[in-house]
């Protein structure tokens, strides 16, 4: 494993902080009561139609009034209580911004509301915040692991139970920010951490639409290198559509593929570029549908795969199969009428076991696929 302090990247590159949420409230509203994935893509892209989302509804189930979210916090005294989802959602209106960060924003949010008088008090409210933005989308695996990860960072500390509750929270609140500062540039370390792997001339292979994989492929075009790329369609909605426009528009050479067409093309590729919605502890990602098909091409003719992932999607799950996650499902639209008596594969992402990928370009450093349950270790400690 080689590995690269964060800090001393951050150092010399220092950005500022996203502006404050917007304080204004407005009533949660979720009434596609869907995956907050679509709803997000839908909103920053504007590629998934109304009917699209109504077909994602169908195919989630309704969900029942008693399963519906309580997204407020407990009271905190004041004329209107804090609502730990608006404010998540206002900190998810920023298209650039992570659904984990925004998570990670808000619960710092709810330290600087709080009016709790004990260290006891304010660790129920943050828990208690914590549930319910992970209950709000069930099937992100990066927001629950940011929200876990949050809470074990701000409240890692011995020195709290012997200082006055004060400075304890003010303590609580540092740690908090920090964190949100560190996940909000993860994606700049992660870009600069990579630029040794891509060389002049080469040909890469993307799949799906990752931010990280944009932020990597955008600095090398800055670091004045010559590649171009290669992007999957992305079927159903288009997401390698989507990078080929952004990567046009930064003037690198681009090549649109078909989904079927990856072993066809792989002769020319020269490395293979994925991001993850999860790492988990095998090693081995969970990311969009046909990562690990992708793979296997990549693995039997001997071309590196490489992921791109914050440390905040670091989950800790062990998943044995392709089967053995909560399903994430999505609409599919083949341009015919499919007869009722056909079933048709649903899922929204598959499991890419660690022994066909070769690197993890992390805030934490470069990491082998192996090395991934020890860093797994040292964050949730």
């Known amino acids: 494993m080689w590995r690269r302090s964060p800090s001393f990247i951050l150092d010399r590159h220092s950005s500022s902080s996203p502006p404050m949420a917007d304080t204004t409230r407005v009533p949660f509203q979720n009434p596609d009561s869907i995956s907050a994935y679509y709803q997000a893509r839908a909103a920053h892209h504007g590629v998934i139609s109304i009917d699209w989302l109504a077909q994602a509804k169908a195919a989630v189930g309704d969900v029942s009034a008693d399963e519906q979210l309580n997204s407020t916090v407990a009271d905190l005294g004041t004329e209107k209580s804090f609502n730990v989802i608006e404010e998540f959602n206002n900190w998810r209106k920023q298209p650039d911004l992570a659904e984990a960060v925004a998570a990670i924003r808000a619960l710092a949010a709810v330290i600087r509301a709080s009016e709790a008088t004990t260290m006891m008090e304010l660790e129920i409210e943050l828990k208690k915040?914590?549930?319910?933005?992970?209950?709000?989308?069930?099937?992100?695996?990066?927001?629950?692991?940011?929200?876990?990860?949050f809470i074990r960072y701000v409240t890692r500390t011995s020195a709290l139970e012997y200082e006055d509750f004060n400075s304890a929270k003010s303590r609580l609140l540092e740690r908090a920010e920090k964190f949100g500062e560190i996940s909000c540039k993860a994606r700049k370390?992660?870009?600069?951490?990579?630029?040794?792997?891509?060389?002049?001339?080469?040909?890469i292979l993307v799949h799906g639409f990752s931010r990280v994989v944009l932020e990597i492929l955008?600095?090398?075009?800055?670091?004045?290198?010559?590649?171009?790329?290669?992007?999957?369609?992305?079927?159903?909605?288009?997401?390698g559509v989507l990078l080929s426009n952004e990567l046009s528009k930064l003037d690198i050479?681009?090549?649109?593929?078909?989904?079927?067409?990856?072993?066809?093309?792989?002769?020319?590729?020269?490395?293979v570029f994925a991001g993850a919605d999860g790492v988990v502890e095998s090693g081995?990602?969970?990311?969009?549908?046909?990562?690990?098909?992708?793979?296997?091409?990549?693995?039997?003719?001997?071309?590196?795969?490489?992921?791109?992932?914050?440390?905040?999607?670091?989950?800790r799950l062990y998943p044995l199969d392709q089967k053995d996650m909560a399903p994430a499902l999505r609409p599919i639209e083949f341009g015919i009428k499919i007869p009722a008596k056909v079933e048709v594969e649903r899922s929204a992402r598959d499991y890419t076991p660690p022994q066909y990928l070769t690197l993890l370009f992390t805030d934490l450093g470069v990491l082998s696929p192996s090395v991934v349950s020890d860093e797994l270790i040292q964050l949730y400690l």
């Open 129 to 149: 915040a914590s549930d319910t933005l992970k209950s709000w989308d069930k099937t992100s695996i990066s927001l629950t692991a940011g929200c876990d990860l």
């Open 189 to 203: 370390i992660i870009a600069m951490l990579s630029q040794d792997f891509i060389f002049d001339g080469c040909t």
């Open 218 to 239: 955008k600095t090398a075009a800055q670091n004045n290198k010559l590649f171009r790329v290669l992007c999957t369609e992305g079927r159903p909605d288009g997401t």
């Open 253 to 271: 050479p681009v090549k649109l593929l078909l989904d079927s067409a990856v072993a066809y093309s792989m002769d020319e590729v020269d490395m």
């Open 284 to 315: 081995g990602i969970i990311n969009m549908m046909g990562t690990y098909q992708i793979a296997l091409v990549a693995h039997s003719m001997n071309k590196p795969v490489y992921v791109a992932a914050e440390s905040y999607k670091f989950a």
